[in-house]
């Protein structure tokens, strides 16, 4: 097989004096940051479907992009032909891990026969792609969204039959995730929702998904998968209502179904933003919630409403989402993947490189700044002081359950309290940020 | 006592053809429809804080309006005669109730004992006042947001004596509430939230959250009030974000600490536009979530981010929100509150009237729209049409969890399925909707 | 040629009483309002391009509709078999006009000459469709954003061959616009904007547009072409930014070019709401700047941010719309072209007419409800009245720049002003509009 | 005088080592980068509303803050004691401006009489504290917008004794202004707007303010005033809608009256972002039309949808910003006025100067990483490749005017053109960025 980049090859450090494009300036993955190596930390991962399967078409024009890859054929060997560009690339990129949707991987044919066998063939190819290059699977997923079977959605759909069919691709691509050692599973609802409230039946729906997520984890510990179960919250696009909407919204779908133990969420940037949420918010809700599973690191565009999906290339941004993972304990079976694409008019080769070297340097800046964050966590010990009323008897009393509502009363009134307000500092913990970015 | 409103005499409904301003033209509050009184419907309310206690200020300005009861004096002679005028507007516009914070009745005064005092002493007046007028409490709630004290929030707050001075207020306002008779009892967590995730500690602040809420219900039962607690979301202003950012988000919440089937929410317009929600949704959701406690009547703009509590003026989305409610099984113990303020260039004292008869005419216009859409419920019987696949063998026993995820997938590959989408009619739908609002 | 719509006969005027999903019940082309025919007034047309050449397709997934008219075959007989069923659709539906895109007609092929070829033979068959059918042309336009030579604009592209490439398409389509005697040009600049400012030089591209606009014009000049030259304004999407953002910043760059008087604008309700404009605003602002050409009528879903193409389906909206244009003076050239899609799940064949035929009736009510508005023209009056300071003789003086800064401050101290402000009546005006609206 | 900011010395340049939080890590006033010192650069100026007279108020609830300068008693005296302490504060922040409102400097009483006399007094007052401390007045501005009588908007009042009164305003305030050497006059128009279309006359209001702004000039130049005029575009907020909506509306404003080459934009980061458009995005406009004035230096929430004026924290964004504005040549008697408040919460009177003090290093990196872009200017050579092609004679001779679009369309046929498009390199470039920023 024809090395597809022949321009480029392994991206190796070469430190920021570096003037070379395709090298790392910041990201060493064998540099130690608080005890482990940013490799281990980041646990970075490319997707097969932003780089290699997407064509640079937009809802106002076909595609741009004239890959060596994209050819006309029996499926599997054009499957295979992706499949070598996509490990190649990996392989020159020196990241640890990919990911997936099953249909990204090979066509999925004319009919459920032949997806099955598609895939099956596919799975083989890959497993021995992962065993020449090493490059790992971060998560696999099915794509349960694109086909116009699912145009109403997939467990949610009215048609119990789509509903088979989807489990149908979940069966399989879990298997093959499985299989391939892959270190999570992820379930985006891509059109699990809503176009219009004037056909749809709310409840009947989170039924339907509810009990969807519970076949999933069931047959998870059927299969002895050792994955993390992943949901991927996103409020809106394709469908004007996505019921995975953010995380506190995933958190409470999870309570009802009695999932919240066995189900974590994949965290979007782009995706936060467009619930209304900062990316830093939905990571640290979902860390305090105890759910936090995986990252898509990428970006939107602040004042497009659809998910841009663009390279992260924010320091700033990615310093205090990175700061949240590590206060959270960091990745156990997550990592980094970018969900990410060049934009449309970047239709070079290339571009697909300096796209992900620049990102990956980003979250290795990020990464480095976060760490001495926590090196010397001032905002912890400012956030510690400024709740520590809280560690005195009446306080502890309160969270204990020890306390009415009416005991507490009396107290103050017999107390008759009159507690000020003390400054919370934000200008100064913002100037302490810039201190730990900038130097 | 003199009379405030003397230009306008008790507000009547006087049908389509009446050009005069002060009446109704289509509520008539004895007017059945689907079996209960119009009036029995929409238990419509006046909200203190907006039509007697806002000065007509904004953020650029100080107030406009010049109020024959925005005077000054001692504090419980001024409480009265603002209690005057506003029981004299309730029972001139003919709605049978109306809703207060603590602080909109009486100033706080300057001490914990002189708020318990002033605000005893008020609670008698109203007491006197609805006895009066028979205008009924639909709810009550304690402003735990405005003071300085509360800048960092309430039961959230970093102080617990914040927490036990808020925990006083709700303890006062809780009582009072019982003592009038109130249907319900409100809690808007207006600072409970955060202006930067830099000093905020999420889940310490949830917990606090979490117990502030049970020590409400314990409370309530203790009290014997048979009324229902509400949680009012929304999803930011004036934090950054606040924690009960929607009822997706509160109903998680609720769950979490076991009080799902304790606490209802009571869901605003223009809260649900500012999280990116339509009305409809969070009403479809609370319902679907059995949930939904009461309205905030109002609407925002759609193209200003900020609450701006106008009255609701849309039959349209006034019609598909009502529908939803009297899907749900309409109101219990909850109504339409008028959580509306006329605009700050709205100084005239009569506008106050015009605002709310008006938006009660969406009300009634509302109801009687949707009362014909449920007389004859197409868009019900279209939906069980469209998810009637789910009532065969195979959809029953997915949902009753007979089926595992292998199971269904070995028997979507066995029959080779190859479910086709079928319309969603959306148009058609919304045509229909329009042929009951429009004839 | 076979029909294509076979179970749709002509959709007629049936009244508000019919159940006949397929027929009109307000829209009575020929009754006379406010002087005019229905028809005259709305000059309603169809577009080629959202009901004959979307496939159902979005970002997340490719077409679900299988039209008849979606063939393969050579370009022109492909282009017939969609012109016919386009035609029979614009007949049964009557309405008056139809709108195009060069692309929507036939395919541009793989050379220029082949473009101006296929397009040609193309308009040939459109004339004479035309002639069979009595449908005429509200406009056409040229599509010089979806090929991927447009990536980075067509008038502002850096390469001056993609200039020349979108001044070909521009000359051939209003060359045949003017033949097929369409009462308008539209040019829509898609992509003319920016992904990123890294790359752009705002100034040079700002240039090449006011030329490529110029040239335009000079050519309507000589062609003789009588219809009105029309920009549609959007803010953004596909582009992080486009030039014509909103009506107020198209008459800023006509002013520039010196443009002002020869082109106005087509303006789209779906692109007022993501400039972050009501579509009401949009419309007066144009009409007070005397810009106002023609509209695109839809609309966007208020929660999702990306151009949602709807069919209008709220007379409330409508009528405000409706009432600006009457009192701008009505269409001209203009006319109201259904820039609406049916949502992708609307994959019937009888969903394009449901569509159209709510949409079309939505207008007719709009338009009933906004001439009632005139006829008694209430707001107008309070307005006058409201401004009628400025009849007086300062207010004229100021108006005809006879007094200095100056001059009027020592006016104002000498006489000791203390103006105060009144009632802007916002809530009785609503109540006015509701009344018209509801009766 | 007693000092009031006791605890704080004047703030001194010790450079990134330092751990003093009240010194400048970055900031050193007399360093040269490109040419001139980073004072000169900068022009650093602190704005006396946000800091010496909001009392930490918002919509939900009263002044937080207790400022030693918040007294009671004659107007004289108390506006003494504030600029007193406002002189105190500039003075030991080391910047070398401040900007004003006529009302923040005084009580404008309760007659014009008594605003003319009150701010005459005052203006005598600021120019001996100037003269003593070496301060200067970046730029004044008259509140219009925030008394009652201005509630329906002051050039745009329908009642033009309230014109008159914004004009005695303008008047008195520019004349302030001219003689404290002010190098700029600023007028924001914050209600000159509509709440509401059904009581607006736009064209009528456009006509008023367009006057207005004449008048403003014209008396400039009366007054011989050598500064610039600015009108500060925003896009809402406290209006629905504001007439100076963003750069573009005002620049059509401008020309329609003949201002364009009078009157330039005071660009407001938050407002730019909540008209839709990134803060680089209303700079790079501004500069391209010829119209950059000054910048208010602030930032918004990205999910809050109002003007939080926080201070700016992103050294990412404020480089892009600092960039356009130095190729634009810097600004001449513009500069950076922190237009940006401490939280609600940061009731400290030290908060006051770590808020400015951290925005001023983020100003101080901005200009130096910008510096750095513009001294090997890699993004301009890149941007003069990507246009090369419009040197050549074809694209020179179509911006000459010297093309018809019948001559391109002819060339482009007869040579068959068949352009392509080619990468725009949007990845590369924010690689480049980023290399600029963190080394």
Chains 1, 2, 3, 4 share one sequence.
């Not at 054929?73 to 499957?79: E, F, H, K, L, N």
């Not at 990996?90 to 598609?118: A, M, W």
């Not at 391939?180 to 985006?188: D, F, M, T």
């Amino acid at each position: 097989m024809a090395e597809v980049f022949a321009n480029v090859g392994k991206v190796r450090f070469e430190g920021p004096q570096s003037d070379n494009l395709f090298a790392f300036r910041h990201y060493n993955p064998d540099e130690v940051v608080l005890g482990k190596t940013m490799a281990e930390h980041l646990r970075l991962a490319v997707c097969y479907w932003h780089t290699f399967c997407w064509p640079g078409s937009d809802v106002f024009g076909p595609g741009v992009f004239e890959r060596p890859w994209f050819k006309s054929g029996d499926a599997i060997s054009v499957a295979k032909g992706k499949a070598d560009a996509a490990f190649e690339f990996f392989s020159k990129l020196s990241v640890p891990f990919y990911t997936f949707h099953d249909c990204d991987v090979v066509s999925e044919g004319h009919s459920i026969g032949e997806y099955v066998e598609n895939f099956a063939r596919m799975t083989d190819y890959l497993e021995q792609k992962q065993a020449e290059t090493g490059v790992k699977l971060l998560w696999g997923t099915a794509n349960v969204f694109s086909n116009p079977r699912y145009a109403a959605g997939a467990a949610t759909n009215p048609n119990p039959e789509v509903f088979a069919y989807a489990a149908t691709q979940v069966f399989n691509a879990m298997g093959a995730t499985h299989r391939l050692g892959g270190a999570n599973y992820v379930l985006w609802g891509g059109r699990e929702g809503y176009e219009t409230l004037l056909n749809t039946d709310l409840k009947r729906e989170r039924a339907q998904l509810g009990r969807f997520m519970q076949m999933v984890v069931e047959h998870k510990h059927k299969l002895g998968f050792k994955g993390t179960i992943l949901i991927e919250p996103k409020p809106q696009e394709p469908t004007k209502h996505q019921y995975d909407y953010d995380s506190a919204t995933v958190y409470g779908f999870l309570k009802d179904f009695g999932l919240e133990k066995e189900i974590k969420v994949n965290i979007e940037a782009n995706h936060a933003t467009l619930a209304g949420h900062s990316f830093q918010h939905e990571i640290a809700t979902a860390v305090s919630l105890g759910i936090l599973g995986s990252i898509d690191a990428n970006r939107g565009d602040p004042q497009n409403g659809w998910d841009t999906d663009q390279f992260p290339n924010s320091v700033e941004e990615m310093t205090l989402a990175t700061y949240e993972i590590l206060k959270g304990g960091g990745f156990t079976t997550g990592g980094f993947n970018f969900d990410s694409k060049v934009r449309r008019q970047s239709s070079d080769l290339e571009d697909l490189f300096l796209g992900h070297i620049g990102a990956i340097d980003v979250l290795a800046l990020a990464l480095k700044r976060a760490a001495k964050m926590i090196e010397k966590d001032t905002l912890a010990e400012l956030k510690d002081k400024r709740y520590a009323g809280w560690n005195g008897e009446f306080g502890k009393q309160v969270l204990a359950g020890q306390q009415s509502l009416e005991d507490v009363a009396q107290w103050a009134i017999s107390n008759n309290i009159a507690p000020k307000h003390v400054s919370g500092r934000q200008e100064h913990l913002e100037n302490i940020v810039n201190r730990y970015i900038y130097g």
